[in-house]
């Protein structure tokens, strides 16, 4: 049976110039592991028994990012679903979207990780270094430029 994962992709509104376009002032929460390789996801863990997978994914962002659900808004429309082997088994990953209220909210990491950074889109994608987890992220990239 596969391992079943569900997280959250974060992402923030900077103010920008009244010229700039919309999705310009975006930026995206990667958190970095203090395990393996070091690796930058967004928060995510696995299914506690009893839990559903949206539980799941605010109860790993509050634990991984210090983030409650009261602080983000979750945005409609949009889940995405990865499928990747993970030491030889199959891995499910689902991810929901989820805007911050205010975008100079303090992240407070667990031990899980090392560091976060907020990122534009292109620097995301390089931090972020599977290319599943890259289509994803320029796929919300593109789901939020099409909502403008």
């Known amino acids: 049976m596969a391992v079943r994962a569900c997280g959250l992709i974060i992402y923030r509104r900077l103010q920008s110039p009244p010229s700039a376009k919309v999705t310009d002032g975006i930026e995206y929460l990667l958190l970095q592991t203090s395990y393996g390789t070091h690796h930058w996801t967004p928060p995510k863990g696995h299914v506690d028994p009893g839990e559903d997978d949206l539980q799941t994914a605010f109860r790993e962002t509050q634990e991984e990012a ?55 889109l292109e620097d995301a994608c390089k931090l ?21």
């Open 66 to 120: 210090g983030l409650q659900a009261s602080q983000l808004t979750l945005i409609e429309g949009y889940k995405k679903e990865l499928h990747y082997p993970v030491r030889g088994k199959p891995k499910t990953v689902i991810y929901w979207l989820a805007e911050m209220k205010d975008c100079n909210t303090e992240i407070k990491l667990s031990e899980e990780h090392q560091a976060f950074q907020w990122l534009k």
């Open 128 to 148: 972020a270094e599977y290319e599943d987890m890259q289509a994803t992220l320029k796929e919300v990239h593109q789901f939020l430029c099409s909502k403008q």
